[in-house]
């Protein structure tokens, strides 16, 4: 491992035909004194842009096209200065950009391109390597082994999980799924398709109806359809009732189906709620089915030591995924895929022609083309192992306690507000609720009042987050149109928590003042 760089000296000159400078565009990169220059001004903005964040609208105050619109249609025949570029970045460009690293970006599930991950990866773009064989990039390759392993003690998984960095949760669970598909006895899919099969009964995978829909496009990807899928019921805080999975399955097999794998969520997307995985297990033990865990939000509180429970029964999954670009402030794209028996993913989609053999030893060299659809790979571990190297365990956990105590701060005032109301338990840092006017609560068996109440709370968010301030994103539950606040970004504080349910309960008196249907009564 100590192999001394060579000394830099001057290469021989090639005896090639030499083009003539005055008719030929210049060739070969740009000199390394630009990247210096130009390199310095950048790291300046981008410093100043997370020091004040705030001074931007943090969803764009665009409208679609406008981007478009400014910019030429064709790239330039000759090439630009790099300042000129720079300018149109800060000129054009960011005012389009909706700022996922503000602190007041509270919708979906907030994240945030750290500081150690920024440098990580500027410096894998700069390696450039291609991580598709462990010949071309060593590094990247043992890195991931090593960062993955680092982040699977971190959550207390077991130390037989292996796994691999893929760019998205949805293409992990798509994965992990064609690795269940591979898995069914006798079905052989990878070799005779699923196509023309009268030998094989239907495959019926199980999900809750609160799983993320990219389980649904991992089955329509590896042509299982959407029929595949049974949607199980959730009990009242929208976690996967196991009964219902219970009489799925029977009902299944009774009627000729094969079922062959379930998903568990932990952190579903619109409520974060977390499946009882220790019971879904034991099902999937018992009838013989594979459990992956969609844990892409709610894995990573795992680091948390007293929130190790969140994953209780996913030593027992057949593969798991947990994204750090959600909520282990690492940047996208980075989601960590976790699999008990590597050998049967990558048994799916191992496929090496001669151009791409090495004479590594398989059992010595992993070979990162194997895990997947795609050959060629970013060097993704190393923004993840610097974020983890930066942090540590401790300052991991600190920093997720503290959103879980922005969002306790968020639920308890909504709690305490007569015109909020509260529509789902917080296990993690996201907040379910609405606005609701204290004179219609308990009037909602009318059905003018729902509807309201699902138009005001449309119209709240929209003036919310034209404000510029905050931005909050939305799901319905229960027929109910509601808000979400979702605090993942290192830079939130308890004034923008603060701030975002001001200005819902100032933009929904308003509202409900202006646009309540006169049916309803006004307000006393
Ligand atoms: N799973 C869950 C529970 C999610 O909430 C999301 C996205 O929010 C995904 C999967 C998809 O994540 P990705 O964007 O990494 O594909």
Redesign the pocket.
């Known amino acids: 491992m100590s192999i001394p760089p060579r000394p830099l000296s001057t290469p021989p000159r090639s005896p090639s035909i030499q083009p003539d400078p005055s008719n030929v565009p210049p060739v070969g990169d740009l000199p390394t004194s630009e990247l210096t220059r130009h390199g310095g001004r950048a790291l300046d903005w981008i410093a100043a842009y997370l020091d004040h964040p705030e001074r931007y609208p943090v969803l764009a105050r665009v409208r679609p096209g406008e981007l478009r619109a400014a910019l030429p249609a064709q790239a330039p025949d000759a090439g630009e200065p790099l300042a000129r570029i720079l300018d149109d970045f800060e000129q054009l460009i960011v005012p389009a950009v909706t700022h996922w690293n503000h602190p007041g970006f509270l919708a ?2 907030g994240i945030t391109g750290s500081i150690p991950g920024i440098l990580g990866e500027l410096l894998a773009a700069a390696l450039n390597v291609n991580a598709m064989l462990w010949r071309t990039a060593p590094a990247a390759t043992e890195l991931e082994e090593v960062a993955l392993g680092w982040l699977r003690d971190l959550l207390g998984l077991p130390a037989a999980f292996a796994g691999s960095i893929q760019d ?3 293409a992990s669970s798509m994965v992990a799924l064609a690795a269940a598909r591979e898995a069914v006895p006798g079905l052989e899919a990878r070799t005779r398709g699923l196509l023309g099969r009268p030998d094989q009964a239907p495959l019926v995978l199980y999900l809750s109806t609160e799983a ?1 829909s ?1 389980i649904d496009k991992a089955a329509i990807a590896l042509g299982l359809g959407t029929d595949s899928l049974s949607k199980v019921a959730t009990d009242p805080d929208y976690r996967m009732d196991v009964a219902d999975l219970e009489r799925r399955i029977a009902a299944d097999r009774a009627a000729g189906k094969r079922p062959f794998a379930v998903v568990a ?1 932990v ?3 619109s409520t974060t709620s977390i499946d009882p995985v220790p019971a879904i297990a034991a099902v999937c033990g018992r009838e013989r089915l594979w459990l992956h865990v ?1 844990a ?2 709610g894995g990573s509180a795992a680091v948390v030591p007293e929130l190790r429970h969140i994953l209780d029964g996913c030593q027992y999954a057949d593969s798991l995924v947990v ?1 750090p670009h959600k909520w282990l402030f690492t940047p996208m794209d980075c ?1 960590a895929l976790y699999c008990r028996r590597p050998s049967v993913l990558t048994g799916a989609f191992r496929l090496t022609p001669e151009y791409l053999r090495t004479t590594e030893a398989e059992a010595e060299a992993t070979n990162l083309m194997d895990w997947g659809v795609s050959l060629g790979r970013r060097f993704r571990a190393l923004k993840l192992w610097m974020v983890m190297r930066a942090y540590g365990r401790e300052g991991l956990a600190a920093r997720i306690r503290e959103h879980l105590r922005l969002a306790r701060i968020a639920a308890t005032a909504v709690d305490a507000a007569a015109d909020l109301e509260r529509l789902a338990p917080v296990p993690f840092s996201t907040v379910c609720f609405r606005a609701r006017p204290p004179d219609l609560a308990g009037q909602e068996d009318q059905e003018g009042v729902r509807l309201h109440l699902n138009a005001l709370n449309a119209a709240t968010l929209e003036a919310v987050n034209g404000t510029g301030e905050v931005f909050l994103s939305h799901t319905v539950l229960r027929e109910r149109t509601t808000l979400r606040i979702a605090i993942g970004n290192l830079r939130t504080e308890e004034r923008h928590v603060a701030r975002a349910l001001a200005l819902v309960r100032e933009h929904a008196a308003r509202l409900d003042r202006e646009q309540r249907p006169t049916a309803l009564g006004r307000k006393p």
Do not use: R
Request: charged residues 5%; without cysteine; proline residues 0%.
């Open positions: 979906y599930f998205t949760a949805s993320h990219s969520t952190g579903t997307t969609d892409a939000y994204n989601s």
